[in-house]
């Protein structure tokens, strides 16, 4: 299995920048298609982003597209979430997640295997 610690959150101000990293140990981070969800206050969890195993292909939640970036770097065990043009509604605890079919870019949370305790990303206006 694999543990995921996220970092890099904090509080920024609306159309500011912010790069949320995700730590892996355990398992060798390739075995893994890797996602980032956010749950905002009495929400449900949502799909931010996906990235395979190879990092050649991903997927976008429809509310981030254009403004955030998956990326990942297997040789440091690290996934990446660069948020760019933040704004007040992108409030929420972000969190990474990683799903053993690592060809998968699934937007469905019960498709990822192992979850970090996640980091709080907070936008003011």
């Known amino acids: 299995q694999v543990q995921l610690v996220e970092s890099g959150g904090g509080l920024v101000q609306a159309g500011g920048s912010l790069r949320l990293s995700c730590a892996a140990s355990?398992?060798?981070?390739?075995?893994?298609?890797m996602g980032w969800f956010r749950q905002a206050p009495g929400k449900e969890r949502e799909f931010v982003a996906a990235?395979?195993?190879?990092?050649?292909?991903?997927r976008y939640g429809d509310s981030v597209k254009g403004r955030f970036t998956i990326s990942r770097d297997n040789a440091k065990s690290v996934v990446y979430l660069q948020m760019n043009t933040l704004k007040p509604e992108d409030t929420a605890i972000y969190y990474c997640?990683?799903?053993?079919?690592?060809?998968?870019?699934?937007?469905?949370?019960?498709?990822?295997?192992?979850w970090g305790q996640g980091t709080q990303v907070t936008v003011s206006s």
């Open positions: 355990g398992r060798t981070l390739s075995n893994y298609a």
């Open positions: 990235i395979i195993w190879s990092g050649s292909i991903t």
């Open positions: 997640a990683a799903n053993s079919q690592r060809l998968s870019v699934e937007t469905a949370r019960a498709s990822y295997d192992y």
